[in-house]
């Protein structure tokens, strides 16, 4: 598995609805891009003023990240996005 370093997380992407709530299945051009991601593994967090400053996120974390933030990766045929804690916008609950 994957572990970051630091104050970085593992993300995996959510694929968009397919359908509308109205049942109206929708074409891949039409789906509006978003940015949601569940959080696979996150680091210990990173050290300020001496002191270690946990991750605000933990695994299993919904959360919306910056669109063109983080590294991609490709492990074990899945593909990851490895970003810093500060292109985590929100937690999704």
Same mark, same amino acid.
């Given at each position: 598995?994957?572990?970051?370093?630091?104050?970085?997380?593992?993300?995996?992407?959510?694929?968009?609805?397919?359908?509308?709530?109205?049942?109206?299945?929708?074409?891949?051009?039409?789906?509006?891009?978003?940015?949601?991601?569940? %959080? !696979?593994?996150?680091?210990? &967090?990173?050290? $300020?003023?001496?002191?270690? +400053?946990?991750?605000?996120?933990? /695994?299993? =974390?919904?959360? %919306? !990240?910056?669109?063109?933030? &983080?590294?991609? $990766?490709?492990?074990?045929? +899945?593909?990851?996005?490895?970003? /810093?804690? =500060?292109?985590?916008?929100?937690?999704?609950?």
């Amino acid at each position: 598995m994957l572990k970051p370093l630091l104050n970085r997380a593992v993300v995996k992407m959510i694929e968009g609805e397919e359908t509308t709530n109205s049942g109206i299945i929708l074409s891949s051009s039409s789906k509006e891009s978003q940015h949601i991601a569940e %959080v !696979i593994e996150v680091g210990p &967090g990173k050290i $300020v003023d001496g002191k270690l +400053e946990e991750m605000c996120v933990k /695994k299993g =974390d919904k959360v %919306v !990240i910056n669109k063109y933030s &983080g590294t991609e $990766v490709k492990y074990e045929g +899945e593909d990851y996005i490895i970003l /810093k804690q =500060d292109d985590i916008l929100a937690i999704i609950e």
